[in-house]
C-alpha cells in the first residue's frame, strides 16, 4: 500500500523556537495533503488542507501565520510550528490524498510528537 | 452539535463478546465514510469504508444509515489485539474530513 513518511517522529523545543515537520509521500503522488493535531485523549483536528501549488486552507481557529504550511512538490508538504509555545505541545499527523476524491481512503504518517518547554 | 458524535467509551469487554459502537453525523450531504483504528499515539489506519448496502470483512461489519445519519460499526468474537480506539470518520465536501472523539476498546482476557 502507499507510504507517507513523516519525520521527526519526537521534536522537543524550547519556547520560542520554530520546528519543522516533514510529510512525504514515497510512492504516490499526493495531490492533497491533510494536517492534523491531537490533544491527550481527544481525536484527530483538522489544521489545513494543502494542495501541491497553492496555499494552504486552515480551518477555523487555526493561526495561518503561526502555522505555516507549504506543499512546494507532490510528494513534500511541511509544517513549520513558528515561535512554539507550550500550548502547542501536541501530537501532530500528515495524510495524504492521491487524487483529494471524497471517496478515496487517506494515507496517514506516523505522528509528531512535539513538546514545548 | 459535533458535526461528528460517537459512543463515548469506553467499552470493557471479555474475549469473545461482539461489541457496537455507533456514530451519528449532521451534514447530511456528506459523501463517504469510513472507519478507522487508531492504537495509542499512533496513526490511524484505515478498518473499513461504509457503504449503504453494509459491508463485511471478516470479523467486522459496517453499516450505514442515511436516513438517520447513523453509521455503526460491529466487531464479533473480540481478540485481544482488538483493543484500540475506533473513529468514525466523515468526509464532506471541499476535502474536508471529519474525525469523531473515538471510542476506546478495551478488551480483556
Known amino acids: 500500500g502507499a507510504v507517507v513518511s513523516q519525520h521527526p517522529s519526537r521534536v522537543i523545543c524550547k519556547s520560542g523556537t520554530s520546528v519543522k515537520i516533514e510529510c512525504r509521500s514515497l510512492d504516490f503522488q499526493a495531490t492533497t495533503m491533510f494536517w492534523y493535531r491531537q490533544f491527550p485523549k481527544q481525536s484527530l483536528m483538522l489544521m489545513a488542507t494543502s494542495n501541491e501549488g497553492s496555499k494552504a486552507t486552515y480551518e477555523q481557529g487555526v493561526e495561518k501565520d503561526k502555522f505555516l504550511i507549504n506543499h512546494a512538490s507532490l510528494t513534500l508538504s511541511t509544517l513549520t510550528v513558528t515561535s512554539a509555545h507550550p500550548e502547542d505541545s501536541s501530537f501532530y499527523i500528515c495524510?495524504?490524498?492521491?487524487?483529494?476524491?471524497?471517496?478515496?481512503?487517506?494515507?496517514f504518517g506516523s505522528g509528531t510528537q512535539l513538546s514545548v518547554l | 452539535r459535533k458535526e461528528v458524535e460517537q459512543d463515548p467509551g469506553p467499552f470493557n469487554v471479555p474475549e469473545g463478546a461482539t461489541v457496537a459502537f455507533n456514530c451519528t453525523y449532521s451534514?447530511?450531504?456528506?459523501?463517504?465514510f469510513f472507519w478507522y483504528r487508531q492504537d495509542c499515539r499512533k496513526e490511524p489506519k484505515l478498518l473499513m469504508s461504509v457503504y449503504s448496502s453494509g459491508n463485511e470483512d471478516g470479523r467486522f461489519t459496517a453499516q450505514l444509515n442515511r436516513a438517520s445519519q447513523y453509521i455503526s460499526l460491529l466487531i464479533r468474537d473480540s481478540k485481544l489485539s482488538d483493543s484500540a480506539t475506533y473513529l468514525c470518520?466523515?468526509?464532506?465536501?471541499?476535502?474536508?474530513?471529519?474525525f469523531g472523539a473515538g471510542t476506546r476498546l478495551f478488551v480483556k482476557a
Open positions: 451534514n447530511s450531504a456528506s459523501q463517504s
Open positions: 470518520v466523515v468526509y464532506t465536501g471541499g476535502f474536508k474530513t471529519i
Open positions: 495524510s495524504a490524498s492521491e487524487t483529494g476524491a471524497l471517496d478515496e481512503k487517506l494515507f
